[in-house]
C-alpha cells in the first residue's frame, strides 16, 4: 500500500481533516454522525490495495474545526472531492454519513460511482413508534452540559443496541467508539450543527430514491434498532436494482463489530459492479 498522506482543507473558513491511501478508482468513506474517520480503521488499509481511499473528519468531528452552526453537509463531501481532482467516487457512508453520501448521490449524480449505504435512514424517512431507549435522556445530558453521560448514553444507543447490555460488546469497539464520541459531544456538534441541518434536500431523499441510477449496496446490524433495519428493508425496495446485507451480531457500526464479513462484501460488491 503506498504512503498515508494527512492533510486538510478549508471550507468556510474551517479546516477538514483528511486522509488518502492506495490508487486506482476513487473511494470515499464517510463516519456516523457520533464518531468520526477513525469508525473506517480496519476498512482503510484494506480496501487501498485497491483503490484510493479517501477519510476525512466532517465539522466538528475528530481532528477537524468545530462548527458554530448548522453546514450543509453534503458540501463536504463535494469540496473534498474538487480539492483532491476526483471526478468520480464510490461512496461509503454510516448512519448519518449514509444519508450524506445519497444526497450527494441525488445533487450529483455525475460524480457518484456507486454507493454503499450502512445503518443509513434516508433525509425526509419518518421514523415510527418509540425513540431509540435513553434518546431524550442523552438530549437531556446535552443541554445540561453532563457530557460524560450525554456520551455514555449516545455509545449505548448506538453501540450497544436495543437488544445488549454493554458488557455482551466487545469492549475494544466500545471503548474506540467512545474516544471518539467525546469530541463532537464536547463540541455540541449534534446540538449546534446536525439537529437542523442547513439546506436539506427538497424533495427529500426518500421520496426520490427512484432517481438513484447507480449500483448500491444497503447494509445494516441485525441488532441495530428496528427503524433502522425498516429503513434499509426501504431503501433496498426502492432503489433500482439495490442488495441489501444484514450483519448478524451488530449494532449501528456493522464495519467495526463484523470487519472481515463487511470489508468482503464490500470489495465483492464493488469488483461485482
Given amino acids: 500500500m503506498d504512503v498515508i498522506t494527512k492533510d486538510t482543507m478549508t471550507l468556510d473558513g474551517a479546516k477538514i481533516y483528511y486522509e488518502t491511501a492506495g490508487q486506482g478508482d476513487a473511494l470515499l468513506l464517510v463516519h456516523a454522525g457520533f464518531v468520526d ?48 481532482g476526483i471526478p468520480k467516487a464510490a461512496l461509503v457512508g454510516c448512519s448519518m454519513g449514509g444519508a ?57 444507543i448506538w453501540v450497544d443496541g436495543m437488544f445488549r447490555k454493554p458488557e455482551q460488546v466487545d469492549p475494544q469497539v466500545r471503548q474506540r467508539a467512545a474516544e471518539m464520541n467525546r469530541i463532537p459531544v464536547a463540541n455540541q456538534t449534534y446540538m449546534m450543527v446536525d439537529m437542523q441541518p442547513l439546506q436539506p434536500l427538497d424533495p427529500p431523499a426518500a421520496n426520490r430514491l ?3 441510477q447507480v449500483p448500491t449496496l444497503v447494509i445494516a446490524g441485525a441488532l441495530d434498532h428496528p427503524e433502522i433495519l425498516r429503513a434499509a428493508d426501504f431503501l433496498t425496495q426502492e432503489i433500482p436494482s439495490a442488495k441489501q446485507l444484514i450483519l448478524q451480531s451488530s449494532a449501528h457500526l456493522p ?13 465483492d460488491f464493488l469488483k461485482r459492479e
Fill in 255 to 267: 464495519n467495526m463489530e463484523q470487519p472481515e464479513a463487511f470489508n468482503q462484501a464490500v470489495i
Fill in 210 to 212: 427512484k432517481e438513484v
Fill in 100 to 156: 450524506m453520501v445519497l444526497d450527494f448521490a441525488l445533487e450529483h449524480p455525475d460524480r457518484t460511482q456507486a454507493l454503499v449505504l450502512v445503518s443509513t435512514a434516508p433525509g425526509g424517512f419518518e421514523l415510527q413508534g418509540e425513540p431509540p431507549p435513553g434518546l431524550w435522556e442523552m438530549i437531556s445530558a446535552l443541554q445540561q452540559n453532563d457530557l460524560r453521560r450525554a456520551s455514555e448514553l449516545q455509545i449505548q
Fill in 37 to 84: 474517520s477513525r469508525m473506517w480503521d480496519a476498512q482503510f488499509e484494506y480496501f487501498a490495495r485497491c483503490y484510493q481511499v479517501i477519510r476525512f473528519d466532517m465539522r466538528g468531528y475528530g481532528r477537524s474545526d468545530s462548527a458554530q452552526g448548522p453546514v450543509v453537509r453534503r458540501n463536504e463531501i463535494y469540496s473534498l472531492m474538487k480539492h483532491l
